[in-house]
């Protein structure tokens, strides 16, 4: 089958981050500052639109950008530990759409598309992660996708800030044929100069030559990539690195109802399966929730949290159990579909630090 992959990148992270916490320097240029050991040194991590516009840019020594500043410009140094924090809860929320996603920086992660199958549906999940992004962090993002990495991440840049692109694989072609050499992947201001030798400005005018002239100039690697991408082709895989930080398993009951002996018996089925994915995963976990849908279609979810690991299927039931009893004592509502979800797994400390010690 043919992969769909997503990206999704934050716009202007490190700079939401601060507007998202201080509504005052909405509006105005706001710049983050890597502090330097030496004094009044330094270099830009990112900025908004508004410091954009004052020709600041990333990467920029500090001196430089604050001559472009104006009077209303405002420099903050960079709070790392604050944007690590909010990364880890914009990847839950990619999470829980989706099963494979591959982190690559603070702000940017790959995320597989492909299953279930469409570009519809791929968008379709794609708007429900900005959205939720937006309405619990505050922040906007930008999503690509397409039918791989390369792909999805020229379209999301292209989409910045807050967008949301597609190109499928019968567009690629005409996509491709209007990008600039330096638009592609990889290429930085020494293949730009490389590329310009050979008279190489555009995407298409890398097909004028061959993948033998391209790895004279760039070495077997390179050449080779660039070649291919050339004409769309990058067959780098998601690699998955991030845990998934809950499961669920949800079914929609034959006929609505609220009925205890009647739902409980969906709920020992959930369990039976929950457990036996928990048990594959060799996860230990500690809070249980029930999800309820209704029949007028409102998400109800009741968690119970335990002081030490579920280590048994029977306790995963009894818990669950009671979530519904309790549920049923309050409710008036019919049940249309029931979920049982475990979460809060035991400290993974493996993927996340090694990104960010890095
Ligand atoms: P962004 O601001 O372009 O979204 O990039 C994501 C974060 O990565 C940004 O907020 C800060 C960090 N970053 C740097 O520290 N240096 C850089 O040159 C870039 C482009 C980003
Ligand atoms: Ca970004």
């Known amino acids: 089958m043919d992969k769909i992959i997503g990206l999704i990148d934050l716009d202007y992270f490190y700079a939401q981050c601060?507007?998202?916490r201080n509504y005052a320097i909405r509006g105005k240029p706001v710049v983050i500052v890597m502090p330097s050991i030496r004094e009044n040194s330094g270099a830009i991590a990112t900025c908004n639109?508004?410091?954009?516009?004052?020709?600041?840019?990333?990467?920029?020594?500090?001196?430089?950008?604050?001559?472009?500043?104006?009077?209303?410009?405002?420099?903050?140094?960079?709070?790392?530990?604050?944007?690590?924090?909010?990364?880890?809860?914009?990847?839950?929320?990619?999470?829980?759409?989706?099963?494979?996603?591959?982190?690559?920086?603070?702000?940017?992660?790959?995320?597989?598309?492909?299953?279930?199958?469409?570009?519809?549906?791929?968008?379709?999940?794609?708007?429900?992660?900005?959205?939720?992004?937006?309405?619990?962090?505050?922040?906007?993002?930008s999503i690509g996708i397409g039918p791989n990495k390369l792909i999805a991440k020229m379209i999301c840049s292209i989409k910045k800030p807050d967008g949301l692109g597609v190109i499928?694989?019968?567009?690629?072609?005409?996509?491709l044929s209007k990008q600039r050499a330096t638009d592609l992947i990889g290429v930085g201001e020494k293949a730009e100069e490389e590329f310009k030798r050979h008279g190489v400005l555009m995407v298409l005018d890398i097909k004028k030559f061959s993948k033998a002239d391209l790895i004279l100039w760039f070495g077997e690697a390179i050449g080779s990539k660039f070649y291919d991408f050339a004409f769309g082709i990058d067959n780098r895989p998601i690699e998955p690195n991030r845990e998934k930080q809950q499961l669920s398993r949800l079914m929609t009951i034959k006929?609505?109802?609220?009925?205890?002996?009647?739902?409980?018996?969906?709920?020992?089925?959930?369990?039976?399966?929950?457990?036996?994915?928990?048990?594959?995963?060799?996860?230990?976990?500690?809070?249980v929730s029930l999800i309820v849908v209704t029949d007028k279609i409102e998400t109800i979810t009741k968690s119970r949290t335990k002081p030490t690991d579920i280590e048994t299927v029977d306790e995963?039931?009894?818990?669950?159990?009671?979530?519904?009893?309790?549920?049923?004592?309050?409710?008036?509502?019919y049940i249309r579909r029931v979920g049982v979800k475990v979460s809060n797994f035991e400290e993974n400390t493996g993927f996340q630090k090694k990104l960010f010690d890095y």
């Not at 702000?107 to 794609?126: C, H, Q, R």
């Not at 995963?316 to 509502?333: A, D, W």
């Open 49 to 141: 639109y508004e410091a954009r516009a004052l020709k600041i840019k990333s990467g920029m020594p500090l001196s430089l950008a604050k001559k472009l500043a104006d009077p209303s410009t405002v420099f903050i140094n960079a709070d790392k530990l604050y944007y690590e924090e909010i990364s880890t809860k914009i990847f839950e929320i990619v999470d829980y759409f989706c099963e494979r996603v591959e982190q690559v920086s603070i702000d940017e992660a790959y995320f597989d598309l492909t299953n279930p199958s469409g570009y519809d549906k791929a968008v379709e999940i794609s708007n429900k992660i900005k959205q939720r992004i937006k309405s619990e962090l505050g922040l906007t993002c």
């Open 168 to 175: 499928k694989p019968n567009e690629v072609d005409l996509f």
């Open 316 to 333: 995963l039931k009894e818990i669950s159990r009671e979530l519904l009893k309790s549920f049923l004592n309050e409710s008036s509502s």
């Open 18 to 20: 601060e507007m998202q």
């Open 255 to 287: 006929q609505d109802s609220c009925d205890y002996e009647v739902v409980v018996l969906n709920v020992d089925f959930l369990v039976d399966m929950l457990y036996k994915q928990v048990l594959d995963l060799k996860k230990k976990f500690r809070t």
